[in-house]
């Protein structure tokens, strides 16, 4: 079974502080990684993609990939209590001619103001 | 606006009901998916279809039933032999399987 491991929280930052998520992944040949943010009551909205190591910056969020510790993370940075949300990280690997993505089952962030 | 459509948003089941949710896409993607989310649990991957008139079954297709005549719709049918349906149904598609998914805004059946 291919896993996706988040640390289901809740993670509580203080307004304007820097958040950071993680999440771990059990399949060495994964190929790309992906942020969604859920709102409670709603569907996941995709944030971030990474696909090589290193990071991935786009405006308060930077993406984190180290496939050799088979760990990415998500940073946001001056943390506004509407980022207060749900975080699930998925991770997709390829096999037998289709791809396939797996979810984590998400963190939960609250920004206190 | 393009995007992902799904409906209704609030759906309710009888005892030895069929219930269809529909999913309609206006994006032009080539690849759409069913996922159920439980209460504190991850996605999970009811079936997902890469091309019109194919589709695969995913980790729990135990119960549903689809369909993909065309390209734009990619209906769910939650059937009697699923004995514990009630959950938030989210459709996902992308340009192609090895794309990011995109979601629609859900259907939350429930049993009566």
């Known amino acids: 079974q291919k896993e996706v491991e988040q640390n289901s929280g809740p993670l509580s930052v203080p307004e304007g502080a820097i958040a950071s998520l993680n999440c771990t992944y059990s399949?060495?040949?994964?190929?790309?990684f992906f942020w969604y943010r859920q709102y409670s009551g709603k569907s996941p909205e995709l944030i971030m993609s990474?696909?090589?190591?290193g990071d991935k910056e786009d405006g308060r969020f930077t993406a984190q990939l180290n496939k050799a510790s088979q760990y990415v993370s998500l940073l946001i940075r001056d943390s506004q209590p509407s980022d207060s949300a749900t975080y699930l990280c998925?991770?997709?690997?390829?096999?037998?001619?289709?791809?396939?993505?797996?979810f984590g089952k998400g963190t939960k962030l609250s920004v206190i103001p | 606006d393009g995007g992902i459509t799904q409906s209704p948003k609030y759906l309710f089941r009888k005892e030895g009901q069929n219930v269809t949710l529909s999913c309609e896409q206006n994006?032009?993607?080539?690849?759409m998916y069913w996922y159920r989310q439980d209460p504190g649990q991850g996605l999970r991957l009811i079936y997902y279809?890469?091309?019109?008139?194919?589709?695969q079954k995913g980790d729990i297709a135990e119960g549903y039933s689809v369909s993909r005549e065309k390209k734009e719709s990619f209906p769910l049918t939650v059937t009697s032999a699923q004995k514990n349906p009630t959950a938030f149904y989210l459709c996902?598609?992308?340009?192609?399987?090895?794309?990011?998914?995109?979601f629609g805004d859900g259907t939350r059946l429930s049993i009566l």
């Open positions: 998925a991770v997709m690997r390829s096999g037998a001619g289709s791809y396939q993505l797996t």
């Open positions: 996902a598609s992308s340009i192609r399987q090895n794309q990011p998914q995109h």
């Open positions: 990474i696909y090589s190591n």
């Open positions: 994006l032009n993607h080539d690849a």
């Open positions: 279809s890469q091309i019109v008139n194919d589709f």
């Open positions: 399949d060495r040949v994964s190929q790309s």
